[in-house]
């Protein structure tokens, strides 16, 4: 394992990577990580047993990195969570979210995690939408439904920033405990992005963005369905309504 950078502080970090159908992704992305922060990784795997046997041989020849599987597709708000609980249970003290699918690039960790200590936030997304990101190979119509998305979530939540489905995110240790205690009642995949930024803000936690650089996924299958599309608005509904309750209980 490499040592820790100078610009980093010396936190113990940890990063939880939900994955469905990313057998051909995981290894590539493991060995990114480790050549860039020292960390412990767990991998919350919904997939099928062909899946799961490969990418646990993948994870189980790197050092510092658990596999979790489970059966069902449970939504990836909910793997967040599991692997974050475990990360909690390894006292981490900040505790990294990303994608398997390679569309959040490893070498941004460590200015992530700096950045993160640096500005004393509970919770720093990489946001998509800000002057300085940038989006590559993404479809037309994925962006505007995207963008759109957000701006309606942003209208009716009043977090402020730009990006509330990007799940590139860093957690203080208080805001991971919090989220384990609150979050995950109002949807299980996707929305739970959402509710834990209403769910942080909304209690006084520091929320920040900052930019990124965000690639369309370069191999494997997209998690999106339209269950889950469909879920995702009623969510929003949800987390509306909590909005609201946790305005009235300050």
């Keep these: 394992m490499p040592s820790t950078p100078s610009h980093l502080p010396p936190a113990i970090l940890g990063v939880v990577i939900p994955a469905y159908k ?13 050549d860039v922060i020292p ?30 599987h489970r059966e069902t597709k449970g939504g990836r708000g909910s793997a967040v969570l599991a692997g974050i609980k475990i990360l909690l249970d390894q006292n ?42 940038k989006i590559a190979n993404w479809p037309v119509a994925r962006r505007v439904f995207s963008i759109a ?10 977090v402020p920033i730009s990006d509330y489905t990007n799940g590139y995110r860093v957690y203080s240790r208080s805001a991971a405990e919090k989220i384990t205690e609150t979050c995950g009642q109002l949807g299980s995949g996707f929305i739970a992005l959402s509710e ?13 963005e900052t930019p990124t650089v965000f690639t369309n996924r370069l191999r494997g299958e997209s998690s999106i369905t339209s269950v889950e599309v469909r879920n995702a608005l009623i969510g929003l509904g949800r987390i509306y309504l909590l909005k609201r309750k946790l305005i009235a209980g300050r």
Aim: proline share 6%.
């Design 39 to 68: 960390a412990s990784i767990i991998v919350v795997v919904d997939d099928s047993p062909d899946q799961e046997t490969k990418i646990a041989f993948e994870i189980l020849s790197l050092p510092n990195a658990t596999f979790v």
């Design 22 to 34: 990313e057998a051909n992704n995981i290894g590539t992305l493991l060995r990114a990580i480790r």
């Design 92 to 133: 981490c003290e900040r505790i990294i979210e990303m994608d398997a699918d390679m569309s959040h690039p490893p070498s941004q960790l460590p200015q992530l995690v700096a950045e993160a200590e640096n500005r004393q936030l509970d919770l720093l997304v990489a946001s998509r939408y800000l002057p300085q990101s």
């Design 149 to 158: 998305s957000n701006r309606l979530a942003r209208l009716l939540l009043q």
């Design 196 to 208: 834990i930024l209403v769910n942080l803000f909304y209690r006084g936690f520091r929320v920040g």
